[in-house]
């Protein structure tokens, strides 16, 4: 499996004191005569009401051989040669080759910032941006515009650059460690990137023509002989970038993850943030320990992810969705995810007020803890607040992306005030704030066939719309192709003071009827109450109580009552019949 040796760093003699302020960059088989030259740039603003402050800057030029416009941040940079001795640890078999063996370069990191630009013989595709650019920074991370080494990881989603964070985190401070890259554009490790993307999404038939490894590793110590046999806790991450001119992937591979005292965050962004993922956990520095055995590709210690777009067509009873709706996007393919959202404002349910929405693959929205893995529970079961669209095994139905947004203004809030008092008619609703999420399943694991919906589909929505104090729930159904899982769609409450199950939505051969049942007159949607003031009232004239249990008029009557209960959330199906008629003083 490519497994890489590590050598005895061999170091100036400056660094046998602890912390020495020095980082030596190393090119395999080279040596070179160090030019020092020290310049002082500003550092360019990143977020709001950031101070930008003078950074002093020291450039090292090399010979020829070496990567050029390598910069380290306030050091001086020393470049030696080395001497390879014996492998003193072993690598985990999920990294790709690295280290000297390998032929990498690499920069030596010991208490200070550092980054390296490197020009790519190939563009990288992401995301549906060129780059001819990557800067590896000492901290984590690829930037493709700048380098950023100095700063602790902006969460996620960002929207300021496009990132990639195999674990963004001060791991400059965490001990003596090194940086290793190498770009591929031949050889066995493009085969062994075409085997992993064809094992992960079987059916692309794609072949990798260019790689790039960037491998971070990090010991928690000072001393180049515990850092050279691992002999104290550490931190070995590992990012693999792939393409075959036109798709692109990210591999991220994970060891020893030691607990970090430093705000730390694993995973991608981009421009907009119209794509990101936080890999669950990856925030705390007391939970990425178990990143080494964490996975969704069911290989430990490795997350395979698609850095590529596409358009789909959605029903017309969707909200806007997709990449020109400006979405968040969580891919699935075989394996449970979920999403963490932050609300810019609570949403209220039934009574209560949430901050955050818990965004699982598997076609349920939660308030209070993330629900991948489960089997639908029915509703009545009453132990956690619940929405749930189709709750059923999408990850292993296909390769599947789940949308997601929350909107404060334009023509999404216009639309959704519309459609409430279209539904609710005498409430004068204004809508401030809508969520939209969207589940869209091809059972298919290529990548084309999911894109071009060329295979059977099951496509549904969630909105969620209120104004500060009434909410209320929009489910729509496109295609629902039969599977055999389980399923439920409608929502549950704490104590089941409140739930609904849509008819027929437990039924495996019925669920494709979804797409054509209504309780609002619109096939594919129904539409739900989320606030506790339910009292039905209706109002109606008769000039007796003779008039009152005549056939007829009574007929009428309890036509208007199934209308309001309709309209409230009861299925359309009801049937409403008097079982007595008594006059009372």
Known sequence: MGISQIYLLAFISVLSLARAQTATTVTPQQTTESVTSTTTSTSPLMTPQQTTESVTSTTTSTSPLMTPQQTTESVTSTTTSTTPLSPLWQTPETFYPFGSAAGDTQTLVNGTENFTPVNLSSPF?????????????????????????????????????????????????????????????????????????????????????????????????????????????????????????????????????????????????????????????????NFIPNLKYSTNVN????????????????????????????????????????????????????????????????????????????????????????????????????????????????????????????????????????????????QTYDENVFYQHAAPIISFQVVLISDGSHSFILMNYGDIAVFGAQAEAGYGTIGSTHYFVIPGSNDLNLVPNLKNTTNVHIPGRWAFMAYTENVVGLQMKVTSYLDLIDTGNLAVVLEQIKNELVNRGLSSDVQISARRVKKTP
Do not use: C, K
């Open 125 to 285: 595709q992401y995301f549906g941006r060129q780059y001819h650019l990557i800067y590896v920074n000492n901290n984590g991370l690829l930037s493709f515009t700048r380098e950023i080494p100095e700063m602790n990881p902006f969460p996620f989603p960002y929207g300021g650059e496009d990132l990639i964070a195999p674990l963004w985190t001060e791991l400059d401070d965490y001990g003596l460690g090194a940086y290793y890259y190498q770009e591929y554009t031949s050889g066995h490790v493009l085969t062994r990137a075409t085997q992993d993307i064809n094992s992960y999404y079987p059916g692309l038939s794609f072949t990798a023509t260019w790689v790039f490894v960037a491998t971070w590793d990090f010991v928690n110590t000072w001393d180049t002989n515990v850092f050279s046999n691992h002999s104290a806790p550490s931190i070995s991450v590992q990012v693999v970038l792939i393409s075959d001119g036109s798709r692109s992937f990210i591999l991220m591979n994970y060891g020893d993850v030691n607990v970090i005292g430093f705000p730390v965050e694993a995973g991608y962004d981009t421009i907009s943030s119209t794509h990101y993922f936080v890999i669950p956990g990856s925030t705390d520095g």
């Open 299 to 442: 290989v430990q210690g490795r997350w395979a992810f698609s850095a590529n777009q596409g358009i789909i067509q959605f029903t017309e009873n969707f909200y806007p969705v997709g990449l020109t709706a400006g979405d968040y996007q969580m891919f699935v393919f075989a394996a449970e995810s979920v999403v963490e959202f932050r609300l810019y404002r609570p949403f209220l349910y039934f009574g209560r007020s949430y901050n955050q929405i818990y965004v699982n693959n598997n076609g349920l929205l939660s308030f209070s803890r993330p629900i991948a893995e489960m089997e639908p529970l029915h509703f009545s079961y009453g132990n956690e607040d619940l929405i749930a669209p189709l709750w059923t095994d999408l990850d292993d139905f296909g390769f599947g992306i789940v949308y997601y947004q929350e909107y404060t203004s334009g023509h999404v809030l216009t639309r959704a005030t519309e459609d409430i008092n279209s539904y609710y008619p005498g409430l004068s609703f204004q809508a401030s704030w809508v969520f939209v999420a969207t589940w869209d399943f091809v």
